[in-house]
Nanobody, 123 residues
């Protein structure tokens, strides 16, 4: 069982940066692939970034590649999402997810979800 809590969301101007953090409880955190997803109003939840249990492999949606960086610290049970060069279209609720997944970009592969944190980017 893994419990996830996101933090770090807020309001930022276009071009700015935010760092989201996801704190996980559970002894098996280090064995899970972690992902960040987002959901804008009226849209489906979409993949943003993923990272394997070891941190050696990372994955990004094309829309954030080169701007966002996912990282994890298994000793601290945390996974972060550094977001630079934010755009108004990045506005959404961002969710942290955990699972033993084959394909990190597939939403239904994840077993555990956080409650989400709001990110708003003004133009």
């Amino acid at each position: 069982q893994v419990h996830l809590v996101e933090s770090g969301g807020g309001l930022v101007q276009a071009g700015g940066s935010l760092r989201l953090s996801c704190a996980a409880s559970g002894r098996t955190f280090s064995s899970y692939t972690m992902g960040w997803f987002r959901q804008a109003p009226g849209k489906e939840r979409e993949f943003v970034a993923g990272i394997r249990w070891s941190g050696s492999s990372t994955y990004y949606a094309d829309s954030v590649k080169g701007r966002f960086t996912i990282s994890r610290d298994n000793a601290k049970n945390t996974v972060d999402l550094q977001m630079n060069g934010l755009k108004p279209e990045d506005t959404a609720v961002y969710y942290c997810a955990a699972g033993k997944v084959l394909y990190p970009h597939v939403l239904r592969s994840y077993e555990y979800w956080g409650q989400g944190t709001q990110v708003t980017v003004s133009s």
